[in-house]
């Protein structure tokens, strides 16, 4: 079978039998799929939008009919099956360029769109809030109108892995206020609702934009990409309750508005300063996002308590939190920003596997780094993990699926595991500047190793449900120096624990 064909082969979950097709005739029939009422009011400015240059998805056009009718298709993946959940905004596509954006329904008794478009209108590298493409006048309602901007995700989809996703984070939205805040601009509904993403370094053969974790044509599940030492943009949205003060106009203002309703200030008569109650949210988010949410966090902590102070008038300013953050994260190990974010409420199997998986990835890392900037010889290490359920499933890299390894592990009781010694063998016999980068890599294989040795009899496994971890050593010698250098590996048994097994394997090549 050719690739053309493959591609345009539907996997078969997406195809029904005659009885399930019926049904779903049948409901499609009763209206069940029908445009909802708000969505009625995007598919009347369709051809209004098509017009200057933004082509909505098939299902909002004038004449639309499912593609699924009178086919053996199973409309939940049909694309044009997908209905819109927010109804102030919709997905487009520009027909210049065929970049994806977002149009938003917004009315013209706000500030909204002077304010969007005034902070848009700005280069300065602190600028972390959405462009504005442009402003169109609703063809129907005076009293709307249609704002276009770029496409994004929320700030949290996909979820934070790292401790460096989380310092970015901070980085650029605290770089944001100080960036609204010098022009007078204080938004008043700061929340992660509000902070949205520019993920698309993350994703880079795209995915749906209404359901997001699927592929564009809804068919396929869709896996982002990490995010450390990718590009990622965070960006303030919806200025709808925003207040600009120019000159010297005062900052205090009243009412209880906003979504997060936590702050003591907050009062429908007594006024209080809109670049203060900034500051607190702010706080607030990260604390319920990370500090509350993950361990490790405590660096986190002075930040979050000075933005939090009860009284408004000894919170410092953004100028003055963006320096005290500096100050943070100067004194942060780089080797700090790669480690995995451990939720507290995190089962203690779960916690140890993954810190163990932490651990390897960490000293490979270094291994890698360091063997980068040798001109002697060059070293690949490579896990690659196996999973059968019981389809293959392949996953280059040392991220272990928690679905499988810890459905698998659940009668296992690792704290009784014995605490492996630190291993004193090298991994590559090259220089001793190697041997505490090697003994770090060897230092999380070996906690595996000891691991799944303690639960060899503890541990019950379908047969269909098998874990393969392979571990590959390749080692090239430089023909820079015609000495030759014996490189040795550990010789580890295969471990076997049930349908679980580690083989470690290495790979000698010549010289280059």
């Known amino acids: ?51 200057h240059g933004y082509q909505l998805r098939p299902r909002y056009s004038p004449n639309w009919e499912p593609s699924w009718k009178g086919t053996n298709l199973d409309p939940t993946f049909c694309e044009d099956s997908i209905m819109l959940v927010n109804y102030q905004v919709i997905d487009a596509r520009q027909l210049k360029d065929n970049e994806l954006v977002a149009i938003k329904q917004f009315r013209n008794d706000t500030q909204e769109a002077r304010i969007a478009q005034f902070l848009s209108s700005i280069t300065d590298p602190l600028n972390h809030c959405v462009t504005i493409h442009e402003i169109l006048s609703d063809p129907f309602d005076p009293q709307l109108s249609l704002m276009v901007m770029p496409y994004l995700r929320p700030c949290r989809d996909p979820d934070f892995a790292t401790i460096g996703d989380v310092v970015d984070f901070v980085n650029q939205t605290l770089e944001g206020l100080v960036f609204m805040h010098r022009h007078n601009v204080a938004h008043r509904d700061i929340a992660v609702e509000n902070i949205m993403m520019d993920a698309a370094a993350l994703y880079p053969g795209g995915h749906h934009p209404v359901r997001r974790h699927y592929t564009p044509d809804g068919l396929y599940e869709v896996t982002p990409l990490p995010r450390g030492d990718r590009s990622v943009t965070y960006l303030y949205v919806d200025f709808g309750l925003s207040s600009w003060f120019p000159g010297d106009a005062s900052p205090y203002v009243v009412g209880r508005v906003g979504r997060d309703k936590q702050a003591p200030e907050l009062s429908s008569t007594v006024p209080y300063n809109a670049f203060k109650l900034d500051i607190f949210t702010l706080g607030n988010l990260y604390s319920q996002e990370f500090e509350q949410r993950y361990n490790s966090m405590h660096f986190l902590v002075p930040l979050i308590d000075n933005m939090r102070q009860p009284r408004p008038e000894s919170r410092p300013t953004a100028a003055q939190l963006l320096a005290q953050w500096e100050e943070i994260k100067a004194d942060l190990k780089e080797s700090l920003f790669r480690w995995r974010l451990g939720p507290k409420t995190e089962p203690a199997v779960e916690r140890v596997l993954n810190d163990t998986v932490a651990i390897a990835r960490e000293g490979i890392y270094h291994l890698r780094k360091f063997i980068h900037g040798s001109c002697r010889s060059t070293i690949l290490v490579d896990v690659t993990l196996v999973l059968s359920c019981p389809a293959n499933i392949a996953v280059n890299g040392i991220l272990l699926d928690n679905a499988c390894i810890f459905q698998a592990l659940r009668k296992l009781d690792v704290s009784r595991a014995p605490r492996p010694p630190r291993p004193t063998a090298s991994l590559f016999k090259l220089n001793t500047a190697q041997d505490r980068l090697q003994d770090y890599v060897l230092l999380g294989l070996s906690r595996i190793k000891a691991i799944l040795r303690h639960g060899r009899f503890a541990l019950q496994l379908a047969a269909t449900r098998r874990v393969l971890l392979s571990i590959q050593h390749t080692a090239h010698r430089s023909h820079t120096s015609d000495d030759t250098r014996n490189m040795h590996t550990p010789m580890f048994s295969p471990i076997h624990v049930a349908s679980i097994a580690i083989y470690p394997r290495h790979i000698m090549a010549g010289t280059e």
Do not use: I
Request: aromatic residues 14%; proline residues 6%; hydrophobic residues 35%.
């Open 1 to 51: 079978m050719s690739a053309s064909e493959k591609q345009k082969r539907l996997p078969s979950y997406a195809v029904l039998d005659e009885d399930a097709a019926q049904g779903y005739e049948e409901l499609t029939q009763q209206g069940v799929y029908n445009l909802l009422p708000t969505e009625l009011f995007w598919q009347a400015r369709q051809p209004f939008l098509y017009k």
